[in-house]
């Protein structure tokens, strides 16, 4: 501006038809106000004149001609910019230089753009989406198989193991029977309805009974005692003609000397051993 001003206030000569800068109310000639109040150029270390814009950055300065990428040397005035170490870098340069790939589809997160991070990758936040619904993800909970990330309820539809019983999904533990899952609390005797799990049970038809009820149900009586017959754990038992015994009932009817494994002859509804047959 031209002065209206009588002298500069550093050096005292007349401002009277030349140029001059304002500080404080104060009048400077250029060259005063230059020296002493000009910030020095980051880049060419030259102060910036009052006659030339100053481009500032976090609390540093720039000619206008001198605030370029530090690696393609392109002006950055009035363009977008990344600093790195106090460098700054177009983001183009930026990005070939620091910034991270996008797992999904391997191209640059610009710098700026909001960027999802899960288990040490990277993506753009419209390609970390559920690889069933395809809906975005955010900050809800997934799951991930195979390397591809899935909300709760896809997964669960796709994968997750239901019960046999309630057909609910088995978050955790269960049990297994006949290839089937079920959850620890609803695998019960069909019967009963006692809690099966860690116990001794039996299957008929893909559901479990417990061994009381199984034998109530479903096992053969022995044709001597008339108790139920079963093969569970250890219990030996033999079978004739349609008829059961408890390998400790297989009995002589008239000596009662035991018959296992040796042979045997039958009368109407008696066993005979060999020699009480001939006897007879």
């Given at each position: 501006m031209t002065s209206s001003?009588?002298?500069?206030?550093?050096?005292?000569?007349?401002l009277r038809g030349r140029k001059y800068a304002l500080r404080d109310e104060n009048?400077?000639?250029?060259?005063?106000?230059?020296?002493?109040?000009?910030?020095?150029?980051?880049?060419?270390?030259?102060?910036?004149?009052?006659?030339s814009k100053d481009l500032a950055y976090k609390g540093r300065h720039w000619h206008e001609r001198c605030f370029k990428c530090a690696k393609c040397s392109r002006s950055l005035v009035e363009k977008p910019f990344a600093a790195k170490d106090e460098v700054l870098l177009c983001t183009e340069c930026y990005s070939d230089e620091y910034s991270s790939k996008c797992f999904h589809c391997q191209k640059t997160i610009m710098p700026g753009s909001r960027k999802m991070e899960f288990k040490g990758s990277s993506w753009h936040e419209s390609c970390f989406?559920?690889?069933?619904?395809?809906?975005?993800?955010?900050?809800?909970?997934?799951?991930?198989?195979?390397?591809e990330n899935y909300c709760?309820?896809?997964?669960e539809k796709q994968f997750a193991h239901h019960c046999y019983?309630?057909?609910k999904v088995i978050t955790s533990g269960g049990v297994?029977?006949?290839?089937?899952p079920w959850h620890k609390e609803c695998f019960v005797c069909a019967g009963c309805k006692t809690q099966l799990y860690g116990q001794r049970f039996i299957s008929k038809d893909e559901y479990p009974y417990c061994v009381d009820c199984f034998s109530k149900l479903y096992a053969k009586k022995c044709a001597a005692c008339k108790k139920p017959v079963t093969?569970?754990?250890?219990?030996?038992y033999i079978s004739f003609e349609?008829?059961?015994?408890?390998?400790?009932?297989?009995n002589c009817a008239k000596c009662s000397v035991s018959l296992v494994s040796r042979e045997f002859l039958t009368r109407q509804d008696d066993i005979l051993c060999h020699e009480c047959a001939s006897a007879s």
């Amino acid at each position: 501006m031209t002065s209206s001003h009588t002298d500069c206030h550093y050096c005292l000569q007349s401002l009277r038809g030349r140029k001059y800068a304002l500080r404080d109310e104060n009048a400077y000639c250029v060259a005063c106000y230059d020296s002493l109040y000009a910030n020095p150029c980051e880049e060419c270390k030259q102060p910036i004149e009052c006659n030339s814009k100053d481009l500032a950055y976090k609390g540093r300065h720039w000619h206008e001609r001198c605030f370029k990428c530090a690696k393609c040397s392109r002006s950055l005035v009035e363009k977008p910019f990344a600093a790195k170490d106090e460098v700054l870098l177009c983001t183009e340069c930026y990005s070939d230089e620091y910034s991270s790939k996008c797992f999904h589809c391997q191209k640059t997160i610009m710098p700026g753009s909001r960027k999802m991070e899960f288990k040490g990758s990277s993506w753009h936040e419209s390609c970390f989406v559920c690889r069933y619904c395809q809906q975005p993800l955010g900050t809800k909970p997934l799951i991930t198989k195979d390397n591809e990330n899935y909300c709760v309820p896809c997964f669960e539809k796709q994968f997750a193991h239901h019960c046999y019983s309630c057909k609910k999904v088995i978050t955790s533990g269960g049990v297994t029977c006949h290839d089937q899952p079920w959850h620890k609390e609803c695998f019960v005797c069909a019967g009963c309805k006692t809690q099966l799990y860690g116990q001794r049970f039996i299957s008929k038809d893909e559901y479990p009974y417990c061994v009381d009820c199984f034998s109530k149900l479903y096992a053969k009586k022995c044709a001597a005692c008339k108790k139920p017959v079963t093969a569970l754990g250890s219990a030996k038992y033999i079978s004739f003609e349609e008829r059961q015994w408890h390998g400790e009932c297989f009995n002589c009817a008239k000596c009662s000397v035991s018959l296992v494994s040796r042979e045997f002859l039958t009368r109407q509804d008696d066993i005979l051993c060999h020699e009480c047959a001939s006897a007879s």
